[in-house]
């Protein structure tokens, strides 16, 4: 009797997909609690194979707490697989990163360009801004990780 519900636990879990049946990386995320933009990134990263834990308060003393610096600031702060995230950052950006994985603080996205994932809905309507995805540096340098153009 054991063996069958194990056969047939076995076969059920080999029916979803592999992204269901792998653990998807955990976003926590500290946003202002009325910033609809905030909320659309939240989910892009759900359709992109990211969980995510919200927090409505604290964005300010989670980025100042991750060791990002001011000047890279945005409308909310992640954290997943020990890196900072600022800001409209693409989550395959953040699929990179955790696949690289470099040593650095995590990835920025300062402002908020149009475009950018949170900043692309119907309100938008075609615009796209130019922008950089930045590598955070543990001197609080930054490089370009990713040109979007």
Known sequence: MQRRRLMLALASTAALPFTARAAAPMVEIWKDPNCGCC???????????FA???????????????????????????QVGGYAIEGHVPAREIQRLLKE??????????????GSPGMDGPAYGDQRDPYDVLLVLADGGTRVFQSYR
């Open 39 to 49: 909320q659309d990134w939240v989910k892009h990263l759900n359709k992109n194979g």
């Open 52 to 78: 995510t834990r919200v927090h409505d308060e604290g964005n300010a003393a989670a980025r100042k707490r991750l060791g990002l610096p001011e000047k890279l600031g945005s409308c909310h702060t992640g």
């Open 101 to 114: 994985k470099p040593r650095a603080v995590g990835l920025a996205v300062p402002g908020m360009p149009v």
